[in-house]
């Protein structure tokens, strides 16, 4: 099992800069892959970035590439979501999320996922 806690979200202006933390316990951290996800007013939950369970693989949704980063520290058991320029419509909940192999990447495919966090509230004013 694997439990997900997502903190960091709040209200930003057009332009400017959050990180989010996802907090991971059960299962070692270091052996599976993540990603996030988010879900804006009225729309589906999509895909944002996922990184390799070894730290190295990284992808991310066109929307948002050259803007956001992902990244892990595997001794913190902690990821995170680097979001620089925002603009109003990345404005959504996130969710982060586990797959539930190891030892394995992900992709962008929700139904990849089986593990996730309640979500945190984003949202950029513009």
């Known amino acids: 099992q694997v439990q997900l806690v997502e903190s960091g979200g709040g209200s930003v202006q057009a332009g400017g800069s959050l990180r989010l933390s996802c907090a991971a316990s059960?299962?070692?951290?270091?052996?599976?892959?993540m990603a996030w996800f988010r879900q804006g007013p009225g729309k589906e939950r999509e895909f944002v970035a996922t990184i390799g369970w070894r730290g190295v693989s990284t992808d991310y949704a066109d929307s948002v590439k050259g803007r956001f980063t992902i990244s892990r520290d595997n001794n913190k058991n902690t990821g995170y979501l680097q979001m620089n320029s925002l603009k109003p419509e990345d404005t959504a909940v996130y969710f982060c999320?586990?797959?539930?192999?190891?030892?394995?990447?992900?992709?962008?495919?929700?139904?990849?996922?089986?593990?996730w966090g309640q979500g945190t509230q984003v949202t950029v004013s513009s």
């Open positions: 999320a586990a797959p539930p192999n190891t030892f394995k990447d992900s992709g962008k495919g929700i139904n990849e996922y089986y593990f």
């Open positions: 059960g299962r070692p951290f270091a052996t599976y892959a």
